[in-house]
């Protein structure tokens, strides 16, 4: 067994992102900002958070990007992944100031659109309610949930290769999915976000399958949340009473996720070495509780 001390296992040393640089793509709001918040706190030197929104990247960096403790940079670059010029234009960006990237967050999402199929009475009605979607829906909801994924993670390839060296490992990917690209149920008709969201687990698998080993040797994984505050579900409108969330939103655990629950997810995928191709759920048991 290799030898180890007992101080090894401190909280801050399993969890320690000094001197990391990452980028998180839609950082300016909800589950992007808790995760760039999390890296910062913990020492990484400089997080690039992306957003097509500048005005909302600013408040970002005004309202986290500073604090006791905090060494490190929070740092916005307005971009559109659904666009293939952004994306090489960001990469070009931080190429100008880095050598190397630890980690890429592909947090960008769209929410899905719900459809009333189920109060239908006839198949006609369920039909024509099924059917009245559009393909431009459709499209929107997969490009930015897997297909802008897929171009943002092979655009910084080189730079994620260079993290080692100066650092022990490759830097790693990580797609942020949900626990709705594993139900098998559409959740109120939102067929095209579920879809997409299990796109973006298929799609992670396969990175980290054809990224494994030299020369990339890049792992791959992806968080699949539940429901936790952000601009798709809004604190506001979810319920307060825990036997509430219980009966009307089917978490066992009879509340919203925190971003304390979240960050501890984000780091323990962003540093351990030893996952890959890894599909982490964290939904307080709302999948448990419909199977």
Sequence with gaps: MPPFATTDFKAEKLFDVTGWVAVVTGGGTGLGLMTA??????GAARVYITGRREDVLQQAVKSHGHGPGINGELIP???DVTQKDDIERMVATIRQKESY???????????GVKNDFATKTT????????FSSTFETWNQILHLNSTSMYFVAVAFLPLLVAAKGPFPHTG????????????KQS??????????K??????????????RGPPLGIRVNTLAPGYFPSEMTQESSFPSDPEEVRSKKGVPMGRLGSPTDYAQAILSLAVNAYMTGSVVLIDGGWLLQQS
């Design 101 to 111: 990237v630890n980690l890429v967050v592909n947090n960008a999402s769209v929410g």
């Design 187 to 196: 959740q109120g008709g939102q067929f095209a976000y579920n879809a997409a």
């Design 172 to 183: 790693s990917i990580l797609n942020v999915s949900s626990m709705s690209g594993i139900t």
């Design 123 to 130: 198949v006609e009605e369920i039909s024509q309610s099924l």
């Design 77 to 79: 670059i307005v971009s």
């Design 37 to 42: 918040s999390a890296l910062l706190a913990n």
């Design 198 to 211: 299990a796109a973006t687990i298929s799609l992670t698998q396969q990175m980290a399958f054809e990224f």
